[in-house]
Protein backbone atom coordinates (compact mmCIF):
# COMPACT_ATOMS: atom_id res chain seq x y z
CA UNK A 1 0.00 0.00 0.00
CA UNK A 2 1.27 3.17 -0.61
CA UNK A 3 2.81 5.08 2.54
CA UNK A 4 1.03 8.14 2.70
CA UNK A 5 4.05 9.95 4.69
CA UNK A 6 6.67 8.87 2.21
CA UNK A 7 3.91 9.91 -0.68
CA UNK A 8 2.91 13.24 0.59
CA UNK A 9 6.95 13.90 0.99
CA UNK A 10 8.21 13.19 -2.12
CA UNK A 11 4.83 15.11 -3.93
CA UNK A 12 6.62 18.02 -2.43
CA UNK A 13 10.09 16.93 -3.61
CA UNK A 14 8.68 16.22 -7.03
CA UNK A 15 6.93 20.33 -6.90
CA UNK A 16 10.85 21.86 -5.97
CA UNK A 17 11.92 20.47 -8.89
CA UNK A 18 9.35 20.66 -11.18
CA UNK A 19 8.47 16.67 -11.77
CA UNK A 20 5.22 15.84 -13.09
CA UNK A 21 5.66 12.37 -12.65
CA UNK A 22 7.49 9.87 -12.03
CA UNK A 23 7.98 6.24 -13.28
CA UNK A 24 9.42 3.55 -10.56
CA UNK A 25 10.40 0.33 -11.63
CA UNK A 26 11.06 -2.75 -9.25
CA UNK A 27 13.37 -1.58 -6.88
CA UNK A 28 13.66 -0.83 -3.18
CA UNK A 29 12.80 2.99 -4.32
CA UNK A 30 9.55 1.09 -5.07
CA UNK A 31 9.56 -1.62 -1.94
CA UNK A 32 10.58 1.92 0.27
CA UNK A 33 7.26 3.99 -1.00
CA UNK A 34 4.90 1.05 -1.13
CA UNK A 35 6.15 -2.08 0.79
CA UNK A 36 5.77 -3.96 -2.56
CA UNK A 37 8.74 -5.99 -3.22
CA UNK A 38 8.10 -7.38 -6.79
CA UNK A 39 10.00 -10.14 -8.76
CA UNK A 40 11.99 -8.53 -11.52
CA UNK A 41 12.04 -9.84 -15.04
CA UNK A 42 12.07 -8.48 -18.38
CA UNK A 43 8.67 -7.58 -18.88
CA UNK A 44 8.43 -4.16 -18.03
CA UNK A 45 5.90 -2.82 -14.68
CA UNK A 46 6.18 0.06 -13.21
CA UNK A 47 4.57 2.44 -10.69
CA UNK A 48 3.65 5.90 -11.84
CA UNK A 49 3.15 8.85 -9.11
CA UNK A 50 2.00 11.82 -10.11
CA UNK A 51 2.51 15.45 -8.37
CA UNK A 52 -1.00 15.51 -7.66
CA UNK A 53 -1.04 12.76 -5.91
CA UNK A 54 -2.42 10.36 -8.46
CA UNK A 55 -1.04 7.21 -9.06
CA UNK A 56 -1.40 3.66 -11.26
CA UNK A 57 0.74 0.83 -11.88
CA UNK A 58 1.66 -0.61 -15.35
CA UNK A 59 1.53 -4.47 -14.82
CA UNK A 60 2.03 -7.96 -17.11
CA UNK A 61 -1.61 -10.11 -16.73
CA UNK A 62 1.06 -12.71 -14.94
CA UNK A 63 2.16 -10.41 -11.58
CA UNK A 64 -1.62 -8.48 -11.72
CA UNK A 65 -2.55 -10.95 -8.89
CA UNK A 66 0.58 -9.93 -6.46
CA UNK A 67 0.24 -6.32 -7.34
CA UNK A 68 -3.67 -5.82 -6.31
CA UNK A 69 -2.64 -7.38 -3.35
CA UNK A 70 0.65 -5.07 -2.06
CA UNK A 71 -0.54 -2.27 -4.03
CA UNK A 72 -4.22 -2.16 -2.87
CA UNK A 73 -7.40 -1.26 -4.49
CA UNK A 74 -6.97 2.65 -4.82
CA UNK A 75 -4.53 1.78 -7.29
CA UNK A 76 -5.40 2.13 -11.01
CA UNK A 77 -4.06 -0.90 -13.42
CA UNK A 78 -3.34 -1.16 -16.52
CA UNK A 79 -2.56 -4.75 -17.82
CA UNK A 80 -0.59 -5.94 -20.94
CA UNK A 81 -0.61 -9.84 -22.03
CA UNK A 82 2.75 -11.35 -24.04
CA UNK A 83 0.87 -11.26 -26.86
CA UNK A 84 0.17 -7.14 -26.58
CA UNK A 85 2.91 -4.29 -27.00
CA UNK A 86 2.98 -2.34 -23.81
CA UNK A 87 3.82 0.62 -25.07
CA UNK A 88 0.07 0.54 -26.52
CA UNK A 89 -1.01 0.19 -22.78
CA UNK A 90 1.50 3.20 -21.18
CA UNK A 91 -0.27 5.53 -24.00
CA UNK A 92 -3.60 4.61 -22.74
CA UNK A 93 -2.34 5.70 -19.11
CA UNK A 94 -0.98 8.84 -20.69
CA UNK A 95 -3.76 9.97 -22.65
CA UNK A 96 -6.13 8.78 -19.45
CA UNK A 97 -3.52 11.08 -16.73
CA UNK A 98 -2.51 14.05 -19.52
CA UNK A 99 1.10 13.08 -19.36
CA UNK A 100 1.96 13.72 -22.78
CA UNK A 101 4.75 15.80 -22.87
CA UNK A 102 5.25 16.52 -19.66
CA UNK A 103 8.35 16.02 -17.48
CA UNK A 104 8.63 12.34 -16.06
CA UNK A 105 11.19 11.02 -13.93
CA UNK A 106 12.57 7.46 -13.89
CA UNK A 107 14.24 5.57 -11.23
CA UNK A 108 17.46 3.72 -11.64
CA UNK A 109 15.17 0.38 -12.29
CA UNK A 110 14.21 1.36 -15.47
CA UNK A 111 16.18 -0.50 -18.08
CA UNK A 112 17.53 1.79 -20.75
CA UNK A 113 16.30 -0.16 -23.87
CA UNK A 114 12.53 0.35 -22.04
CA UNK A 115 13.18 3.98 -21.55
CA UNK A 116 14.41 4.71 -25.25
CA UNK A 117 11.29 3.27 -25.92
CA UNK A 118 8.92 4.58 -24.07
CA UNK A 119 10.55 8.20 -24.83
CA UNK A 120 10.61 7.73 -28.81
CA UNK A 121 6.42 6.59 -28.95
CA UNK A 122 5.45 8.78 -25.78
CA UNK A 123 6.28 12.44 -25.94
CA UNK A 124 7.91 14.18 -22.87
CA UNK A 125 11.02 14.94 -21.34
CA UNK A 126 12.24 12.23 -19.00
CA UNK A 127 14.55 12.88 -16.12
CA UNK A 128 16.66 10.94 -13.82
CA UNK A 129 14.99 10.88 -10.42
CA UNK A 130 17.78 9.24 -8.75
CA UNK A 131 18.99 11.86 -6.27
CA UNK A 132 15.42 12.98 -5.79
CA UNK A 133 14.42 9.49 -4.32
CA UNK A 134 17.16 9.02 -2.48
CA UNK A 135 16.50 12.63 -0.68
CA UNK A 136 13.11 10.69 0.01
CA UNK A 137 14.79 8.53 2.30
CA UNK A 138 18.10 9.81 3.19
CA UNK A 139 16.75 10.72 7.03
CA UNK A 140 15.67 7.77 8.87
CA UNK A 141 13.48 8.12 12.33
CA UNK A 142 13.66 6.45 15.56
CA UNK A 143 11.61 3.50 14.21
CA UNK A 144 13.79 3.38 10.87
CA UNK A 145 17.49 3.59 13.32
CA UNK A 146 15.99 1.23 15.65
CA UNK A 147 15.24 -1.37 12.62
CA UNK A 148 18.80 -0.43 11.63
CA UNK A 149 20.66 -0.93 14.92
CA UNK A 150 19.00 -4.62 15.12
CA UNK A 151 20.29 -5.19 11.41
CA UNK A 152 23.73 -4.16 12.80
CA UNK A 153 23.59 -6.27 16.07
CA UNK A 154 23.14 -9.46 14.00
CA UNK A 155 25.47 -8.57 11.70
CA UNK A 156 28.01 -8.36 15.06
CA UNK A 157 27.10 -11.53 15.80
CA UNK A 158 27.33 -13.15 12.51
CA UNK A 159 31.05 -11.91 13.03
CA UNK A 160 31.71 -13.13 16.47
CA UNK A 161 30.23 -16.83 14.85
CA UNK A 162 32.55 -16.56 12.09
CA UNK A 163 35.85 -15.88 14.16
CA UNK A 164 34.83 -18.86 16.07
CA UNK A 165 34.53 -21.02 13.27
CA UNK A 166 37.91 -19.60 10.94
CA UNK A 167 40.33 -22.43 11.32
CA UNK A 168 43.45 -22.59 9.02
CA UNK A 169 42.62 -25.67 6.00
CA UNK A 170 39.11 -24.34 5.15
CA UNK A 171 38.03 -22.31 2.58
CA UNK A 172 36.98 -18.36 2.51
CA UNK A 173 33.47 -20.05 0.77
CA UNK A 174 33.37 -22.40 3.86
CA UNK A 175 33.27 -19.06 5.94
CA UNK A 176 31.12 -17.21 3.10
CA UNK A 177 28.56 -20.17 3.92
CA UNK A 178 28.81 -20.16 7.71
CA UNK A 179 28.12 -16.18 7.62
CA UNK A 180 24.97 -17.05 5.29
CA UNK A 181 23.65 -20.27 7.56
CA UNK A 182 23.96 -18.10 10.37
CA UNK A 183 21.93 -15.32 9.10
CA UNK A 184 19.44 -18.05 7.62
CA UNK A 185 19.30 -19.50 11.32
CA UNK A 186 18.30 -15.75 12.45
CA UNK A 187 15.81 -15.87 10.08
CA UNK A 188 17.07 -12.86 8.22
CA UNK A 189 17.99 -12.14 4.33
CA UNK A 190 21.28 -10.80 3.73
CA UNK A 191 21.90 -7.57 2.48
CA UNK A 192 24.43 -8.64 -0.51
CA UNK A 193 26.08 -11.62 -0.53
CA UNK A 194 29.60 -11.55 2.07
CA UNK A 195 32.91 -11.04 1.05
CA UNK A 196 35.50 -13.45 2.81
CA UNK A 197 38.77 -12.27 1.59
CA UNK A 198 41.97 -14.02 2.72
CA UNK A 199 45.82 -13.77 2.08
CA UNK A 200 46.62 -11.57 -0.79
CA UNK A 201 42.91 -11.20 -1.92
CA UNK A 202 42.59 -8.80 0.76
CA UNK A 203 44.16 -6.42 -1.45
CA UNK A 204 40.81 -6.29 -3.45
CA UNK A 205 38.60 -4.16 -1.89
CA UNK A 206 35.23 -6.25 -3.51
CA UNK A 207 36.83 -9.44 -3.91
CA UNK A 208 34.48 -11.89 -5.47
CA UNK A 209 36.27 -15.38 -5.62
CA UNK A 210 36.35 -17.49 -2.60
CA UNK A 211 38.08 -20.43 -3.49
CA UNK A 212 41.81 -19.63 -1.44
CA UNK A 213 42.24 -22.25 1.48
CA UNK A 214 43.07 -20.24 4.63
CA UNK A 215 46.84 -21.08 5.78
CA UNK A 216 48.44 -21.19 8.69
CA UNK A 217 49.59 -17.62 9.47
CA UNK A 218 46.69 -15.58 7.30
CA UNK A 219 45.08 -12.39 7.45
CA UNK A 220 41.49 -12.20 6.42
CA UNK A 221 38.68 -9.47 5.81
CA UNK A 222 35.01 -10.04 6.30
CA UNK A 223 32.14 -7.81 4.71
CA UNK A 224 28.92 -8.49 5.50
CA UNK A 225 25.61 -8.03 6.45
CA UNK A 226 21.51 -8.57 6.85
CA UNK A 227 18.43 -7.23 6.32
CA UNK A 228 15.96 -6.33 9.45
CA UNK A 229 12.34 -5.55 8.48
CA UNK A 230 13.49 -4.52 4.94
CA UNK A 231 16.54 -2.43 6.82
CA UNK A 232 20.33 -3.26 5.79
CA UNK A 233 23.48 -3.70 7.94
CA UNK A 234 27.45 -3.85 6.65
CA UNK A 235 30.22 -4.21 8.82
CA UNK A 236 33.61 -5.03 7.79
CA UNK A 237 36.26 -6.42 10.49
CA UNK A 238 39.40 -8.14 9.35
CA UNK A 239 41.30 -10.69 11.39
CA UNK A 240 44.84 -12.34 11.53
CA UNK A 241 45.29 -15.94 11.47
CA UNK A 242 48.19 -17.41 14.05
CA UNK A 243 49.57 -14.34 13.98
CA UNK A 244 50.26 -10.59 13.06
CA UNK A 245 53.50 -9.18 11.46
CA UNK A 246 55.24 -5.62 11.82
CA UNK A 247 53.92 -4.48 8.60
CA UNK A 248 50.11 -5.61 8.82
CA UNK A 249 50.31 -4.32 12.68
CA UNK A 250 51.54 -0.70 11.40
CA UNK A 251 48.75 -0.85 8.71
CA UNK A 252 46.12 -2.17 11.03
CA UNK A 253 46.63 0.72 13.27
CA UNK A 254 46.54 3.01 10.55
CA UNK A 255 43.20 2.33 9.12
CA UNK A 256 41.47 1.69 13.17
CA UNK A 257 43.00 5.17 13.97
CA UNK A 258 41.27 6.36 10.50
CA UNK A 259 38.49 5.14 11.19
CA UNK A 260 38.24 6.52 14.59
CA UNK A 261 39.19 10.14 12.88
CA UNK A 262 36.27 9.55 10.14
CA UNK A 263 33.56 8.84 13.42
CA UNK A 264 34.63 11.61 15.40
CA UNK A 265 34.16 14.50 12.71
CA UNK A 266 30.54 13.10 11.98
CA UNK A 267 28.07 15.85 13.41
CA UNK A 268 25.10 18.08 12.28
CA UNK A 269 26.54 20.64 10.21
CA UNK A 270 29.50 18.96 8.65
CA UNK A 271 29.60 17.77 5.30
CA UNK A 272 30.57 14.52 4.02
CA UNK A 273 34.12 15.41 2.51
CA UNK A 274 34.84 16.56 5.82
CA UNK A 275 34.58 13.35 7.09
CA UNK A 276 36.38 11.89 4.17
CA UNK A 277 39.18 14.09 4.68
CA UNK A 278 39.68 13.58 8.08
CA UNK A 279 39.90 9.73 7.39
CA UNK A 280 41.79 10.30 4.41
CA UNK A 281 44.32 12.85 6.02
CA UNK A 282 45.35 9.82 9.27
CA UNK A 283 46.22 7.50 5.86
CA UNK A 284 48.16 10.13 4.08
CA UNK A 285 50.16 11.42 6.82
CA UNK A 286 51.54 7.49 7.40
CA UNK A 287 53.03 7.11 4.00
CA UNK A 288 50.00 4.82 2.73
CA UNK A 289 47.68 7.49 1.46
CA UNK A 290 47.86 5.70 -2.68
CA UNK A 291 46.56 2.63 -1.02
CA UNK A 292 43.64 4.23 -0.03
CA UNK A 293 41.54 3.03 -3.20
CA UNK A 294 37.92 3.73 -2.04
CA UNK A 295 35.39 6.65 -0.99
CA UNK A 296 35.16 6.65 3.48
CA UNK A 297 31.76 5.71 2.90
CA UNK A 298 28.13 5.15 1.96
CA UNK A 299 24.98 5.43 3.13
CA UNK A 300 22.36 2.64 3.76
CA UNK A 301 18.93 1.83 4.88
CA UNK A 302 16.75 0.17 2.60
CA UNK A 303 19.30 -0.22 0.33
CA UNK A 304 22.73 -1.36 1.40
CA UNK A 305 24.23 1.76 -0.99
CA UNK A 306 22.23 4.73 -0.84
CA UNK A 307 23.17 8.69 -0.26
CA UNK A 308 25.08 10.69 1.21
CA UNK A 309 27.96 8.97 -0.12
CA UNK A 310 31.18 9.70 2.30
CA UNK A 311 33.66 10.90 -0.52
CA UNK A 312 35.97 14.07 -1.02
CA UNK A 313 33.72 16.71 -3.77
CA UNK A 314 30.54 15.96 -1.86
CA UNK A 315 29.53 19.09 -0.20
CA UNK A 316 26.66 17.71 1.32
CA UNK A 317 25.79 18.84 4.79
CA UNK A 318 24.79 16.04 6.95
CA UNK A 319 21.91 16.50 9.50
CA UNK A 320 20.31 14.51 12.13
CA UNK A 321 19.05 10.53 11.18
CA UNK A 322 21.26 10.56 7.82
CA UNK A 323 23.55 6.95 7.97
CA UNK A 324 26.16 5.85 6.68
CA UNK A 325 29.63 3.63 6.72
CA UNK A 326 32.89 4.81 7.66
CA UNK A 327 35.20 2.04 6.22
CA UNK A 328 38.21 3.33 5.47
CA UNK A 329 41.09 0.93 4.39
CA UNK A 330 44.63 0.03 2.82
CA UNK A 331 45.02 -2.20 -0.38
CA UNK A 332 48.22 -3.17 -1.08
CA UNK A 333 48.16 -4.99 -4.31
CA UNK A 334 49.48 -8.89 -4.22
CA UNK A 335 50.22 -8.51 -0.53
CA UNK A 336 47.61 -7.73 1.61
CA UNK A 337 44.55 -5.53 2.64
CA UNK A 338 42.75 -4.36 5.71
CA UNK A 339 39.37 -2.80 5.88
CA UNK A 340 37.11 -1.59 8.94
CA UNK A 341 34.06 -0.40 8.53
CA UNK A 342 31.02 0.75 11.11
CA UNK A 343 27.63 1.95 10.28
CA UNK A 344 26.98 5.65 12.13
CA UNK A 345 23.81 7.07 12.24
CA UNK A 346 23.98 11.12 12.66
CA UNK A 347 22.80 12.75 16.13
CA UNK A 348 22.57 15.38 18.09
CA UNK A 349 25.95 14.35 19.67
CA UNK A 350 27.93 13.10 16.87
CA UNK A 351 27.99 10.04 15.81
CA UNK A 352 25.52 7.09 16.87
CA UNK A 353 28.14 4.00 15.99
CA UNK A 354 25.44 1.23 15.26
CA UNK A 355 28.44 -1.50 15.09
CA UNK A 356 29.64 -2.92 18.57
CA UNK A 357 31.83 -5.61 17.82
CA UNK A 358 35.53 -5.30 18.54
CA UNK A 359 37.55 -3.33 16.66
CA UNK A 360 40.58 -4.33 18.21
CA UNK A 361 43.22 -6.86 16.26
CA UNK A 362 42.31 -9.83 16.82
CA UNK A 363 44.24 -12.99 15.94
CA UNK A 364 42.79 -16.94 15.67
CA UNK A 365 45.07 -19.30 17.14
Not at 245 to 256: G, I, P, Q, R
Not at 291 to 306: A, C, K, M, N, P
Request: charged residues 25%; contains cysteine.
Amino acid sequence: MLNKKYADKLRKLMKKNNIDAFIIGPSDDLNYLTGFNVHVCERLQAFFFLADGNYFHISPKMYLEEAEKNLGPDTDFFVWEDSENVLDIIKTAYQKYLLSGKTIAINNAIRGIDLIDISNRLPGEYVNGHEILELLRIRKDKEEIEKMQKAAHLADEAVEAAIKYIAPGMTEKDIKEKIMEFFEQKGTCLSFTPIVASGPNSSMPHYCDDSRVIQEKDIIIMDLGCQYESYCSDITRTVFVGGINAEEEKVYNTVLAANKAGEAKVGIGVSAEEVDIAAREVIVKAGYGEYFLTRTGHGIGVSVHEAPYIRTGNKQILEEGMAFSVEPGIYIKDKFGVRIEDIVVVAEYGANVLNKCSKEITIIK
